[in-house]
């Protein structure tokens, strides 16, 4: 990602690197898959001041059993959460207070399956609540879980047909400050939701993460709106609020992004963003 800088000149703020094979055709094709982050953009996915990250390395296979079962085994990205870390799959820059709360990967065995058409199931076992920060990394953190299920509504249903629902839980515990061990848990649920409108498509985010230990708790409620104006450019809109509960006090924030989105030409894409918060930055 380059931008101009406000002092003059252009700032390169980071870059990503992935290497990987897809999986296979066939029983017990194999695939692998290693990311990579640099600059700030590794700093921003550890919250910390990493200039290089290790950000996933993983090998798949697929597994003859029922309607075929992949493995990924390694370090690998989380299955919950309605943003990833490229922002430019998401539809806004500015980051949502919900993908601050969600863990961004995780160490260990990630096994998913398709039980019936439109409807598919995902369980792993992972080191600790979360990789992305090196919390589990020293051998501290306790074996945890995610769950998750994918329904897809069926085409029978009209302009809802294709739209989508996801239902993740994870639970792990780290090393947090002090050598203390926090008990996280997160629950996710989000939508992505076709209307009648042609070119409107509405996503809802929902997390609710709650860190046992220490008595606090957090949860949001995301909207996003993105309409289609050409083939070239769009536009989204997200609102998001938060609600905190720590030290026995609570406070509530909101977040509005509105974003302009246009491909100058084929894999390039310029953005304009305002934003608006009422509480500390959600970047």
């Known amino acids: 990602l380059f931008r101009a800088h406000k002092d003059g000149g252009f700032e390169a703020n980071g870059a990503s690197l992935d290497i990987g094979s897809p999986l296979g055709g066939g029983d017990y094709g194999a695939s692998y898959n290693v990311g990579l982050l640099f600059g700030n953009r590794a700093g921003a996915f550890a919250r910390d001041n990493s200039t290089h990250l290790l950000r996933n390395a993983n090998i798949g296979m697929n597994l003859p059993f029922g309607n075929g079962v992949d493995l990924t085994l390694g370090l690998f990205d989380t299955t919950v959460g309605y943003e990833v870390e490229a922002s430019a799959s998401n539809p806004n820059v500015m980051r949502s207070y919900g993908y601050l709360m969600e863990p961004r990967t995780h160490t260990g065995l990630l096994a998913a399956t398709s039980l019936t058409d439109g409807l598919s ?51 792990g515990s780290d090393e947090g400050q002090g ?22 498509a509405i996503g809802i985010a929902y997390d609710d993460r709650q860190t046992e230990t220490k008595g606090e708790s957090a949860d949001s409620v995301a909207v996003y709106a993105t309409y289609s104006l ?4 769009s536009i989204s809109l997200r609102y998001d609020n938060v609600t905190v509960e720590a030290g026995g006090g609570e406070d509530s924030f909101d977040n509005l992004a509105l974003t302009l989105d246009y491909s100058l030409w084929e894999n390039v894409t310029t953005r304009f963003e305002l934003g608006w918060e009422s509480g500390v930055g959600a970047l």
């Open 179 to 200: 050598g203390n061990t926090d008990d996280n848990t997160l629950l996710y649920i989000g939508a992505s939701v076709n209307t009648p409108i042609e070119g409107l």
């Open 230 to 233: 050409s083939d070239d450019a």
């Open 121 to 171: 199931v995902g369980f792993a076992l992972i080191n600790g609540f979360d990789s992305s920060d090196g919390e589990d990394t020293e051998g501290h953190a306790d074996l945890g879980y995610v769950l998750g299920a994918d329904f897809t509504l069926p085409d029978s249903l009209g302009f809802l047909g294709g739209s989508t629902l996801y239902v993740g839980y994870v639970d």
